[in-house]
């Protein structure tokens, strides 16, 4: 089944503590992505790649890593997160075509304290 | 970066035909206009996608202006499940900008 694939589903931490969230797809998309959803504000993208090794930032990249070493995984990484960080989480892949659909994953609540 | 408008909030009565409007005036030629709707406590899922034609498909109908600086999904008979966030975006087929911003959309809701 054609899918993207996020983990954890929910994730507590603390002020600080590094994690990482897993974005994976199989459908060998060259076009993947992270969103962040806060109440009011909407879907505001993190940061994308368009593939292999190359990353962009979006519209709200401060606090947070990626990286795309394999063109199927694109996880997210926040060295040193903050309770402001605490939101819900959708990672998206499509391939690189004006008409091709965005498949988005199940999302990722993060709560920081 | 093309940017999209849309109302915060519609509301529509069911089985009763629902028009969601959407303004994109700095659209460029290359341009798709994508549309998404995000049920309660899911993911967004793909609606429907045109250029310049008209477009439908099982969930919905696209249609586009003739300038296209504007569109409008149309669900031609509401039910409780179209009850979302509905977003329109402009997705570019030729350019290198793939930012792909999706703002606060409309919040669609159904009365019974």
């Known amino acids: 089944e054609a899918q993207v694939t996020q983990n954890p589903r929910y994730l507590i931490t603390v002020t600080g503590k590094k994690l990482t969230v897993t974005c994976s797809q199989n459908m060998n998309h060259e076009y993947m992505s992270w969103y962040r959803q806060d109440p009011g504000l909407g879907l505001r993208q993190i940061y994308y790649?368009?593939?292999?090794?190359?990353?962009d930032k979006g519209d709200v990249p401060e606090g947070y890593k990626v990286s795309r070493k394999e063109k199927r995984n694109f996880p997210l990484i926040l060295e040193s997160p903050s309770p402001n960080q605490t939101s819900l989480y959708f990672c998206?892949?499509?391939?690189?075509?004006?008409?091709?659909?965005?498949?988005f994953g199940n999302g990722t609540r993060l709560t920081v304290t | 970066d093309a940017k999209t408008t849309q109302p915060n909030s519609m509301e529509s009565n069911e089985e009763e035909p629902v028009h969601l409007p959407c303004n994109h005036s700095t659209i460029s030629g290359t341009d798709y206009i994508h549309w998404y709707r995000q049920l309660p406590s899911q993911g967004p899922e793909y609606v429907i996608h045109?250029?310049?034609s008209n477009v439908n498909n099982r969930m919905a109908s696209l249609a586009i202006a003739e300038d296209r600086k504007s569109s409008t999904l149309i669900l031609h008979r509401a039910t409780l499940r179209d009850a979302a966030v509905y977003y329109c975006?402009?997705?570019?087929?030729?350019?290198?900008?793939?930012?792909?911003?999706f703002g606060k959309g409309t919040l669609l809701t159904v009365n019974p």
């Open positions: 045109g250029l310049t």
């Open positions: 790649s368009m593939n292999v090794e190359v990353t």
């Open positions: 998206a892949s499509s391939l690189l075509e004006g008409n091709s659909p965005l498949h």
């Open positions: 975006i402009l997705n570019n087929s030729g350019g290198s900008n793939y930012k792909l911003t």
